[in-house]
């Protein structure tokens, strides 16, 4: 009913409680994409922790691969 009067009859608390209402369904579409940014964050910051002990991993294999074949060919030359 009170959307047939005229904007200025409808008073302060009346508009008030409209700019409230419209804002109010854009604040759960912005919790969520605030959540799933969050989350995806969370995730990337897991796997680069994964992706660095899986580098120090590959280092150390790199390293005991080099002194194996260092090995191998010192024993050729003997």
Known sequence: MTR????AARGV???RRAAVQALSGGMP???IIL???GLVLLFLGIFVEAVKFLLWIGVIILIIGI???LL???RRQV
């Open 29 to 31: 579409a912005l919790a």
């Open 67 to 69: 002194i194996a074949a």
């Open 4 to 7: 047939a009067l005229p904007r």
């Open 13 to 15: 608390k009346a508009e």
């Open 35 to 37: 959540v799933i940014v």
């Open 72 to 74: 191998r060919f010192i």
